[in-house]
């Protein structure tokens, strides 16, 4: 039998914690599927009532509007990539392995995790690659951040950035370079798909590994420099 885990994340994000109820989980599930199926700016709470057969005031009571779903949303993302490169790291101690394993899984094409039965991993991350900027791409991006919404993905950025400084510490930009990359990770695949003379990645199976070689080429040849 496979233990359901769960990411904790930042209260504020939620007025009640979805994952505390079969309503929040369907809510977040369904708002996974619906956002994938007609984009953030079609999405609402109207229709996503109707697809889970509640109302809308039942949705309000967990998120206070769809901007802040979206928010949640991505950071659980994140918070579940740190997982999975604390996971993948613990018994590692060579921070140029550990540095790779981390570009390894914020570059890869996720498929579902079955410790996380009420997230499709892969449907979350083709939300992650074309609406993820749109978090904080927004006039109150500062009250957002106050309330700490965007802790997850700093976080993760401060992860992946001390194994830079474990490898150079004389490095002065180990959360710019993270950061830029953390980006490139999605904007380079959605390039490739929608946009593809700003990207040298083609769309094809292999984008993914190349995202991935690309990022590795960046990211030492600049703690080279």
């Known amino acids: 039998m496979i233990a359901k885990l769960q990411i904790q994340l930042n209260t504020a994000l939620y007025l009640r914690d979805p994952q505390s109820t079969d309503l929040g989980q369907k809510i977040v599930q369904e708002g996974i599927y619906m956002i994938d199926e007609i984009g953030f700016e079609s999405f609402t709470f109207k229709k996503l009532s109707k697809r889970i057969n509640s109302t809308e005031a039942s949705i309000y009571r967990y998120f206070e509007n769809k901007h802040r779903l979206l ?116 904007q380079q695949i959605f390039f490739a798909e929608h946009l593809p003379r700003l990207t040298d990645i083609k769309k094809e199976e292999k984008m993914y590994d190349r995202n991935c070689e690309f990022l590795t080429s960046l990211i030492f040849s600049s703690l080279k420099s």
């Open 71 to 186: 928010v949640y949303l991505i950071a659980w993302y994140w918070n579940y990539v740190e997982y999975k490169i604390t996971f993948e790291t613990h018994n590692i101690s060579n921070a140029e392995e550990k540095l790779k394993i981390a570009i390894q899984l914020i570059t890869s094409k996720l498929a579902d995790d079955d410790n996380f039965p009420g997230i499709s991993e892969s449907v979350l991350q083709r939300i992650v690659i074309s609406e993820s900027d749109k978090t904080y791409l927004t006039k109150n991006v500062d009250q957002i951040n106050r309330e700490g919404l965007f802790k997850g993905y700093k976080s993760l950025c401060m992860t992946i950035a001390s194994y830079m400084l474990e490898i150079n510490p004389a490095f002065k930009f180990s959360r710019s370079l993270t950061s830029t990359c953390l980006e490139a990770a999605h």
